[in-house]
């Protein structure tokens, strides 16, 4: 054991690393500090815009709309319901109605609507012309289709196939 060393004299504590730890939680406690600066500024404004929001509210809810301005409105939309409405058309039910009432012995070969749905041509082809009447009759003992007329039938051979080509037009209404 060497008993020469004084205790008091020499210096046991690391600077540069007491320094490095200084500065490091200085940069930790300002990132702190502007971090809860943001904090608070943003929820002034978020306070402020509620204010306002609510000032507005209360204000508002004072007055009443015009009954004239609110049948003027109601108006408006009426308007733009039966616009939508008429553009609007269920083909599916159309199609599915169709469907059930071609008989066999006849295939459609086109359906053309006009009029937005109101109309339609319906052309096909049949192996024989009571095959034509039956589905005549069936479209006109359904409640879908009505006013229905045969404009155009002629005969068809391709070979030893025999047949009618036909066209007929209705009006259907919307179910």
Known sequence: MN???NLATR???DFRKLNICFVLSGLVLSFWLFFSI???VNNAANIKKLADYKAKLSHG???KVPEKDYANFLANVKNVNSILYRRSYDWLSLLANLERLVPEGIALKGVEPSDRGAILKLSGSARNFSA???FIENLENSTTFHEIYLTDHAALKEGSQKGINFTVTCKASAS
Request: aromatic share 20%; no cysteine.
């Open 3 to 5: 008993f020469n060393i």
């Open 132 to 134: 034509v009447r039956r």
């Open 11 to 13: 210096v046991y504590v």
């Open 38 to 40: 943001y904090t608070a």
């Open 61 to 63: 809810a004072g007055t």
